[in-house]
């Protein structure tokens, strides 16, 4: 099973650029690494997801390096509303085949004004 | 455009009882999936689909049964409800297979509650 770590929680202020780490060690060569935002009474919403190098959208960047054992989400430019918990994903294996996204308990990001 | 929509948003249940959940997406994606949320934790995979008529296990899938018999619907049901099943479902869905490049559309959760 490719499992997760990441921090349990973070604290950052409005304005700063946020960079939250996860550590996936045991990802399989096809597997992509995907980032989840999930705020209180809501369900997860996709964020990014990335390969190998940097993926940058409209939201966040994405940093892999080339073992792929890890990956770092950049926030830039944090707002309040960005307090939420983010989820890093790699898929799960059981058998034969992948057979679903594994949440860990995520990061709790805290933004202060 | 609903996207993926799950009924009921909210129950309490006695234990014992039984009930059912449903998810409908209008996108036509070929994988849906329950997972379940409990206070502090990460979501957890209970049961998923690749395809209209298809169900698999996930990772907690005791005491839960699922169903699909429509594409664009996934269903949970619980025979008999237990206190530990106290938790927010979430119905999600993708078109493609996950693992590479689908991207999850996730309900907003039903919140149930077993006394």
């Known amino acids: 099973l490719a499992k997760t770590t990441q921090p349990i929680s973070m604290d950052s202020y409005e304005g700063q650029e946020v960079n939250i780490t996860c550590s996936h060690n045991?990802?399989?060569?096809?597997?992509?690494i995907t980032w989840y935002q999930q705020f209180p009474s809501q369900g997860p919403r996709f964020i990014i997801q990335?390969?190998?190098t940097k993926v940058t959208n409209e939201v966040a960047s994405l940093f892999i390096p080339a073992d792929r054992k890890s990956s770092t989400l950049s926030l830039p430019r944090v707002s309040l509303s960005d307090t939420a918990v983010y989820y890093c994903l790699v898929p799960s294996y059981s058998g034969g085949g992948a057979d679903g996204l594994t949440f860990g308990k995520g990061t709790h990001l805290i933004i202060q004004p | 455009n609903a996207g993926v929509t799950q009924t009921p948003k909210f129950r309490v249940l006695k234990t014992g009882q039984s009930m059912t959940l449903l998810c409908a997406q209008d996108m036509n994606h070929e994988y849906m999936y329950w997972y379940r949320q409990d206070p502090g934790m990460g979501l957890r995979l209970i049961h998923y689909?690749?395809?209209?008529?298809?169900?698999a296990k996930g990772e907690v899938p005791d005491g839960y049964n699922v169903s699909r018999l429509k594409k664009q619907n996934f269903l949970l049901g619980l025979e008999s409800a237990a206190p530990s099943q106290t938790s927010v479902y979430f119905c999600a869905s993708s078109y493609t297979d996950r693992v590479n490049t689908g991207e999850l559309f996730f309900g907003e959760g039903s919140r149930l509650t077993v006394l």
């Open positions: 045991n990802i399989a060569t096809n597997d992509y």
């Open positions: 990335g390969y190998k």
């Open positions: 689909s690749v395809g209209e008529g298809t169900t």
